[in-house]
């Protein structure tokens, strides 16, 4: 009896030492560095505009029936037309766009043009939901009429406060 | 093989399996608890994509023909497109259902459920003539009805004659009051954001001023 006992205490001693040595093991493998997971999001305000043409724009290439937008910052075009610090992006960035109003959607779209979000009316103006005024804030994108119908439902409202993530 | 080497390695081989077990179970326990996220709450999460509007049920256009409950559009991309209005279909121009006549010319934005080929829509929604302007105010005028303003707009610089009128919204403290019962203190130079109604001269009638 006391053999077995002796056994069995023994038998559990190994075990534990393995696993530890396993775990121990496995922390110190040197693994590959993960992706980032973080996702940049910018809170403003988003308006709609029909001057794109398919051929035009800041990128050369921006259409009023795609879910094209404009973003204020893109430096291969010169584009610096910004309230407040928004992230860089390229032509052809995609972002999510989510409508901050009640029932909030959200679409993607692409960046296609310069915003000049900062220009007179975009800094410190006021957002509306179903016509009510919302909030006070700055244009940080402008969508096509095409994406702020397919986002928002209608054009009425004419600025609206949203998140943007990139 | 005698009886002494048959024990011998029945209990080193019970060793090396516990030692095995042990190892394997240690590496599976601290890959598990490496795989639990530690702080995913501080991350901002995307949202799942999930619009108002399907992309589909999208159209716009210029008014070429108006029949009895319906009128024939050019689309740019759809060509012809003829357009199904019902009494259900919410149609804005200038306000939302002020039954204003749609007619030849005006341009629309809207949505509804197109046929199979996408060549006829049973409309749900329009606005007509809509316009969104942004942009600086060059000069102000007072007249009968309100306020003339010449607008430049701000991507094209192009220059804009807006009406304010009594009906005109105007963004007051967080509401929104007609102008006819607000003041309205625009002077050239300011930046402005003008919802309104392209008129046929191409000057628009405000009807929200931000």
């Known amino acids: 009896m006391k053999k077995k006992a002796g056994f069995i205490f023994e038998a559990v001693v190994l075990l534990c030492l393995s696993f530890t040595l396993g775990a121990i093991f496995w922390w110190n493998i040197p693994k590959a560095e993960a992706a980032p997971h973080t996702v940049s999001y910018k809170k403003g305000h988003a308006t709609w505009y029909n001057l794109c043409n398919g051929h035009n724009g800041a990128c050369g290439d921006c259409d009023n029936n795609k879910m094209h937008a404009a973003w204020p910052h893109l430096p291969q075009t010169g584009c610096y037309r910004y309230c407040s610090d928004v992230g860089s992006l390229s032509c052809g960035s995609r972002v999510t766009v989510s409508d901050r109003c009640p029932g909030r959607f959200t679409a993607p779209v692409e960046i296609h043009d310069c915003c000049t979000c900062n220009g007179p009316g975009g800094c410190n103006g006021q957002s509306r939901c179903d016509g009510s005024i919302y909030n006070t804030g700055d244009v940080i994108i402008d969508l096509t009429s095409y994406a702020f119908l397919h986002l928002h439902g209608n054009l009425g409202d004419g600025r609206i406060p949203v998140t943007v993530y990139y | ?210």
């Not at chain 2, 105010?137 to 003339?148: C, Q, R, T, Y």
């Open chain 2, 1 to 210: 093989m005698n009886k002494m080497n048959k024990d011998y390695v029945k209990t080193h081989a019970f060793w090396g399996v516990l030692v095995v077990v042990g190892i394997v179970g240690g590496i599976l326990v601290a890959q598990a608890y490496a795989g639990f996220p530690s702080h995913a709450a501080d991350e901002p999460q995307l949202p799942p994509i999930n619009p108002c509007v399907p992309l589909e049920k999208i159209i716009d256009g210029t008014i070429i023909e108006v029949k009895e409950n319906c009128v024939v559009v050019n689309n740019s991309v759809r060509g012809l497109v003829t357009l199904h209005i019902s009494p259900e279909t919410r149609i804005w121009k200038g306000k939302w259902d002020n039954n204003l006549p749609i007619e030849v010319g005006d341009f629309f934005y809207g949505y509804g459920e197109p046929n199979e080929d996408g060549t006829v829509y049973e409309m749900e929604q329009m606005e007509i003539n809509i316009v969104n302007l942004r942009g600086a105010v060059v000069s102000v005028e007072k007249v009968s009805e309100g306020l003339d303003l010449q607008l430049e707009e701000a991507y094209e610089g192009k220059s804009y004659l807006v009406h304010i009128t009594s009906e005109t919204l105007v963004s007051k403290e967080e509401q929104e009051v007609p102008f006819a019962r607000t003041q309205l203190d625009l002077k050239a130079g300011d930046g402005v954001q003008i919802i309104g109604l392209k008129l046929k001269d191409g000057s628009v009638v405000a009807t929200r001023v931000f």
